[in-house]
């Protein structure tokens, strides 16, 4: 197995996961904007991707938004990832890989300045999430404009 970046030419993958998640695997209506999205945000860095490759065949993946907010004293940076499309093929799972895959991302995350990793979590993946060290915070407000 290995453990690598993302490259261009995993995209058509990474749709097929962010799909499987959005739970409309079979709609291809968004495929043009998901490659837009992926193609854009690795090239300007804006997104980091980690994937699993089993002969190479990407069987998960863990994507970080990198975000800039106000510096604060225990972020000077103001840099955030937030975690998102966290996915791993059924046959896959339950072997570390997502662990391994944020292992190296943190790595990575903590070169480029980001201090602090976001993520919302469904009720099932929590207590993997808390393996990792992840607390559960406040819940926040929105609203769709």
Not at 13 to 21: A, E, G
């Amino acid at each position: 197995m290995l453990f690598r970046k993302a490259i261009v030419t995993d995209i058509p993958q990474l749709i097929t996961f962010r799909k499987i998640l959005l739970s409309s695997e079979d709609n291809s209506s968004m495929d043009e904007t998901f490659s837009n999205y992926f193609e854009t945000s690795l090239s300007d860095k804006s997104l980091v991707v980690w994937v699993a490759d089993d002969d190479g065949v990407v069987v998960s993946t863990v994507c970080f938004c990198i975000c800039r907010f106000a510096p604060r004293f225990d972020n000077p940076t103001g840099l955030v990832a937030y975690m998102t499309n966290v996915y791993t093929i059924p046959n896959y799972r339950r072997q570390g890989i997502v662990s391994k895959l944020v292992s190296e991302a943190k790595e990575e995350l903590a070169t480029l300045g980001v201090r602090k990793i976001l993520l919302h979590s469904s009720d099932m993946a929590k207590p993997m999430y808390e393996k990792f060290g992840f607390v559960e915070g406040k819940n926040y407000m929105s609203i769709n404009i």
